[in-house]
């Protein structure tokens, strides 16, 4: 049974300060098209978590792809998996009912694992490129720079600044005060919608969060671009074309990764909302959200011969 937004439902909270749960309209009225957005969005996430956790089944199985390289490839795959499941469920039940009811504490609960795992997943982005960069520009000194102990290191501590930034946003945001409505005209909670919606003072957090979120967004970006540079540089002076394209191989794959998941966040977060509608600011979330994660995967898996080659070794029999 499709849940109705009634004029009751929207107004129920006006004159109250304290909201303990939200309405989530999804992408608004779908008339009859609801079931195939439906059924479209489910098959993407079963895709999704089909095409990661195969990443991650297949790198800690496969002793030829226990490598830096496809260990950071499966703490990316399983940032991709958590950003999809946080967001994705919800989404679904909004689409399909027409609004979906969430509490205030899962609202908060959701844009922690959001806002943590992009930042983790941002983070990875940076380690990968390193390590692109020591066995591309560096490959004499790779395995003694790259070791076990490093590798361990680099993989921990994006999900540590990831999951432990964002507490200095989620902890004022538990104690907003909301004399509003309690629609949200989105899929998922973000920090801007609820900073609509509350009456309390909203404007440390934001400043907070613009503080932590544009270097944890900007510097990483900034280093990848740079490794990157030295990396064509260091691919420009092999003689061989055959050997630029096969040593080019090895990190396109990830490059395009790159370009996805950072074209998307500058897209919604640092590209001017003047004139943005709110359809295209839900079209960009959803191609963060549901999307990248799908494409991911993908990509790893057409473009890199190990991973085609461990696929047919586990699963050819």
């Not at 609509?196 to 510097?219: G, N, Y």
Request: hydrophobic share 45%; charged share 10%; glycine share 6%.
């Amino acid at each position: 049974m499709a849940y109705q937004l009634t004029e009751t439902n929207i107004k129920s909270v006006t004159n109250q300060t304290r909201v303990t749960e939200f309405i989530l309209l999804g992408f608004g009225n779908l008339h009859s098209f609801n079931i195939i957005f439906f059924i479209l969005f489910l098959l993407i996430y079963i895709f999704t978590v089909i095409g990661n956790l195969l990443i991650i089944i297949l790198v800690s199985t496969n002793v030829h792809l226990q490598t830096p390289m496809y260990y950071f490839l499966c703490h990316l795959s399983i940032s991709d998996l958590v950003i999809s499941t946080n967001i994705v469920p919800n989404m679904l039940g909004a689409v399909l009912l027409a609004g979906k009811m969430m509490t205030y504490i899962g609202c908060i609960t959701q844009f922690y694992f959001f806002s943590g795992t992009t930042v983790t997943e941002c983070l990875l982005l940076s380690v990968m490129s390193y390590d692109r960069y020591l066995a591309i520009c560096n490959p004499l000194r790779y395995s003694s720079i790259m070791d076990f102990k490093l590798c361990i290191g680099l993989s921990l501590w994006p999900w540590l600044l990831g999951l432990t930034l964002n507490l200095t946003a989620v902890f004022p945001m538990s104690n907003f005060n909301f004399c509003h409505d309690n629609i949200i005209d989105h899929f998922y909670c973000d920090l801007p919608p609820l900073q609509k919606l509350s009456c309390s003072d909203t404007s440390l957090v934001e400043l907070e969060v613009f503080l932590f979120s544009m270097p944890l967004l900007i510097v990483p970006c900034g280093f990848i671009i740079v490794t990157y540079v030295y990396i064509f540089l260091t691919i420009m002076k092999i003689p061989s074309t055959s050997g630029k394209q096969k040593t080019f191989s090895t990190c396109s794959s990830h490059l395009i990764v790159v370009g996805t998941f950072f074209g998307t966040l500058i897209a919604k977060y640092m590209i001017p909302s003047v004139g943005q509608t709110l359809l295209t600011n839900k079209i960009v979330s959803l191609l963060h959200t549901l999307l990248t994660p799908l494409v991911n995967p993908i990509i790893y898996s057409l473009r890199n011969q190990d991973i085609k080659m461990g696929f047919r070794k586990k699963f050819g029999q």
